[in-house]
């Protein structure tokens, strides 16, 4: 009997550089000379600010050695991993559980390719949830008084498990300039869309009581600017008079969820590429 053949590994290429003619030629040309195939390409040439984003999923040998004097001719700003990389994510949150969740839930059936290796909470409510997952918990509670020292464990946290991502998922604290700064880049935060109108407490009675149409939530990476980081996903729901605020409350859960679990997932399988204040999503 003939043995069966190993499938052959895949890779995940992302790059960014400024554009110019001859990028993909010479990626793809290099490829073909290594032997890999070519499973899914997707590029895009920001005509506004003149970059070029691609991304390519290819099986074959590790291409870092081959590609790195075209990512010097090109200047890109470039990854490459294997196609089953799976990202260690650090979860943070607060009382509320529904985004905390609905992650667990996603990643324990197979639906969600990234590794949670930590939660960390505010408080000790939502820590059965992590545990039964298998989740390690960590309480860090948060005062005016003990900002700094909090934050720093934080970072600990990420650090001593490896974290790639932390994912913000219903956190309700503010993040100082100094931990925003720590994690430029792979911090990701979920928010009704609302904002700017009905900031502070109680949105969803302040959206009940001006008769809002749209219920609907953004996810973005955070930066200094609160809650107006680079987006990565939304969505939204239209609603009507009949709508208790409760059931507003119920849909813009919902949506919450599913948007962050879709930014999540995105930016494990290597499709969202920084594009100053904006972002390029290959879907």
Not at 75 to 85: R, S
Request: aromatic share 8%; proline share 5%; hydrophobic share 45%.
């Amino acid at each position: 009997m003939t043995e069966p053949v190993a499938p052959e590994q895949s890779w995940i290429l992302t790059f960014s550089c400024h554009d110019r003619r001859g990028i993909v030629a010479a990626v793809t040309g290099r490829l073909a000379e290594a032997g890999g195939f070519i499973l899914d390409s997707q590029q895009y040439a920001d005509l506004d600010t003149g970059r070029f984003f691609m991304r390519l999923v290819f099986t074959g040998p590790d291409m870092r050695d081959r590609l790195s004097d075209v990512a010097a001719q090109f200047g890109f700003d470039w990854t490459l991993v294997p196609g089953d990389h799976r990202p260690k994510v650090v979860i943070a949150c607060s009382t509320t559980s529904h985004c905390l969740n609905d992650l667990l839930h996603r990643w324990s059936i197979g639906a969600l390719p990234i590794d949670p290796v930590a939660v960390v909470s505010n408080h000790e409510v939502l820590r059965g949830l992590a545990e039964w997952h298998n989740v390690p918990f960590h309480h860090l509670p948060v005062s005016a008084a003990n900002r700094a020292d909090q934050e720093a464990a934080l970072l600990r946290v990420m650090e001593d498990s490896g974290a790639d991502l932390l994912v913000l998922a219903r956190y309700m604290q503010v993040l100082s300039p100094e931990l925003v700064a720590a994690v430029e880049g792979r911090c990701v935060n979920i928010h009704h869309s609302f904002l700017p109108s009905f900031k502070g407490a109680k949105p969803y009675h302040q959206a009940h009581a001006r008769g809002v149409k749209l219920i609907g939530a953004t996810a973005h990476f955070v930066t200094t600017d609160l809650d107006e980081g680079p987006i990565i996903e939304q969505a939204a729901e239209r609603v009507d008079h009949r709508a208790t605020v409760n059931e507003l409350i119920a849909i813009g859960r919902d949506i919450e969820a599913q948007v962050l679990a879709r930014a999540v997932r995105w930016i494990a399988e290597r499709r969202v590429l920084a594009n100053g204040a904006r972002t390029v999503v290959f879907r």
